[in-house]
């Protein structure tokens, strides 16, 4: 599944982090997250074992979830990444030659920006969703600045410090929608406490979506 097929489809616009997530994990995560409504996943590759996470949860719900990789920092991650059959690749940097090797793999890249000069150099490498990290420590009215001089075809997500409690802050701002990590995973989190989370995420992007 695309990004753009969940969202169509009401999916909402949160990609759930799990940084940290062990492969035994994997599985029983990701079908808390998906039975919430959840249908982006992520896991960071500095995770143990992260490939076999995510092909495993590619496996049983790429169907119906978008999932990826995130903190892919150079080619050869890229490369290991397309290899799980997943479909997202988030990094925390703008790198262009890891974003344009993404875009030649099939990969949904997002990369991660600060500057306007890095948002265009993740465009100009073929991005069309761009990741404001850490969005805490910028703010939304940043995020509204900066969306004024950006594509009218390139999202914007905001990621770091994101979750329930500002939902309604970084869509009012204009992003898309939301990158969460701590807010939705932490390691040792079993799968209920990562359902209630999730539930919880959800009930706030409904909220804020009727309010909009």
Not at 140 to 163: C, M, N
């Amino acid at each position: 599944m695309t990004i753009d097929e969940l969202l169509a489809g009401g999916a909402p616009p949160v990609v759930a982090i799990l940084r940290g997530i062990r492969p035994d994990e994997a599985l029983p995560v990701a079908e808390a997250l998906v039975e919430a409504g959840i249908r982006i996943i992520e896991v960071p590759l500095n995770s143990p074992d992260p490939f076999t996470s995510i092909t495993a949860i590619q496996q049983a719900f790429g169907d119906t979830a978008a999932i990826g990789g995130g903190t892919v920092l150079n080619v050869a991650a890229v490369e290991a990444l397309a290899a799980t059959g997943g479909t997202v690749m988030v990094t925390p940097n703008t790198d262009s030659a890891v974003i344009a090797r993404a875009v030649e793999l099939g990969l949904e890249p997002m990369p991660g920006f600060v500057t306007p000069s890095e948002a265009f150099r993740a465009i100009d490498a073929g991005a069309r969703r761009i990741k404001l990290f850490p969005a805490v420590a910028l703010g939304p009215d940043y995020l509204k600045a900066i969306r004024e001089v950006l594509p009218r075809d390139v999202s914007v997500w905001g990621v770091g410090g994101t979750g329930a409690d500002n939902f309604a802050d970084w869509l009012a701002a204009g992003a898309e929608g939301i990158g969460v990590g701590g807010g939705v995973y932490r390691p040792g989190d079993d799968a209920a406490a990562v359902g209630a989370k999730a539930h919880a995420l959800v009930a706030a992007w409904q909220v804020t979506r009727r309010a909009l």
